[in-house]
């Protein structure tokens, strides 16, 4: 079945310093990718997605890279800032004609200090 | 702009109560969902609806039930609450079946089973 591994957390950052936060996955076919962000006392809401091979998405600053040859879809950021500290969620679904349940990673916390 | 609303950011109730907690979405979306999320244990899927008056178990619908009787509105029912149902509770909604759409998120209930 498909799967998200996500690195542990939290993940530390003084303001300005550079984010990666690593996200690798199993699935069978050809899964489209998801980066979800979660605000304290608020709901998920979708930061970014890619749907192919070599597609990177992008959004606030944030990018990932769909990698089919290493399964990964790490998110990166150049320069945080204290509004990013939130919970971010790497999460994939099948393609068209699969199931339409997405698998989440377990979530990756992220302080960014000032 | 999408919408997903939970009819309570805050919920305290004692052991053996009834709960229902409501989700109305205005998308005309036909997939709905259900997880909770604990520290350390990410979302997990209680149950999900892809249809009015469809429904089908997630990983965890033990202790809970569900009821779509129309499209926009899924409820999640705690028949006899318990202490360890104490959680976020999160609702979901997505267009289609496989199509790449991300997943709509309303911002969450607290519950505390006292």
């Known amino acids: 079945g498909n799967s998200v591994t996500q690195m542990e957390g939290p993940v530390t950052l003084s303001e300005e310093a550079f984010l990666t936060i690593n996200c690798t996955y199993t699935?069978?076919?050809?899964?489209?990718l998801f980066w979800y962000v979660q605000y304290p006392g608020e709901g998920l809401q979708l930061l970014l997605k890619a749907t192919k091979a070599d597609d990177k998405g992008s959004n606030k600053g944030f990018e990932a890279t769909y990698r089919k040859e290493t399964t990964s879809f790490h998110l990166e950021k150049g320069s945080v800032q204290v509004s990013d500290s939130a919970v971010y969620f790497c999460?994939?679904?099948?393609?068209?004609?699969?199931?339409?349940?997405?698998?989440f990673g377990r979530g990756t916390s992220l302080i960014v200090h000032p | 702009d999408v919408k997903v609303t939970q009819s309570s950011r805050y919920l305290v109730k004692r052991t053996g109560e009834k709960v229902f907690l409501e989700c109305v979405q205005d998308m005309d979306h036909e997939n709905m969902f259900w997880y909770r999320q604990d520290p350390g244990l990410g979302l997990r899927l209680i149950y999900f609806s892809y249809d009015v008056k469809m429904k089908e178990k997630g990983d965890i619908p033990e202790g809970y039930s569900v009821s779509r009787e129309k499209k926009e509105r899924f409820s999640l029912i705690l028949e006899s609450a318990s202490t360890n149902q104490t959680s976020m509770y999160l609702c979901?909604?997505?267009?289609?079946?496989?199509?790449?759409?991300?997943?709509?998120f309303g911002n969450g209930t607290r519950l505390t089973v006292t």
């Open positions: 999460a994939l679904s099948d393609p068209p004609g699969g199931s339409y349940i997405p698998t």
């Open positions: 699935a069978t076919g050809y899964p489209s």
């Open positions: 979901a909604s997505s267009s289609g079946q496989g199509d790449n759409s991300p997943l709509h």
